[in-house]
């Protein structure tokens, strides 16, 4: 698998949340995963990659964009 070989190599993965930043976790590379919008996606998704990024296995944090703009227009 291409994407898992490219990974390894990775100290760091940050893009859009789905099946990429879970091999990424899946992995142990810390991850920074990132959406606008939770709906459609199970939230056992979410129980999944918490688990798998929790310490010590693994670092992660899920970025809401919409989120991000909005702590953005504070500052």
Known sequence: M???AVLQ???LFMGTYGGLAQLALRLGI???ACFTS???TAFLHL???NRLG???ACR???LN???AEAMEALW
Do not use: F
Request: aromatic share 4%; proline share 12%; charged share 10%.
């Open 2 to 4: 291409v994407q898992a």
């Open 30 to 32: 810390p991850t920074i």
């Open 65 to 67: 964009l919409k989120s």
């Open 9 to 11: 190599r990775a100290t």
């Open 47 to 49: 129980d999944l990659t």
């Open 38 to 40: 939770w709906s459609g």
């Open 54 to 56: 929790s310490p010590p």
């Open 60 to 62: 992660s944090h899920m």
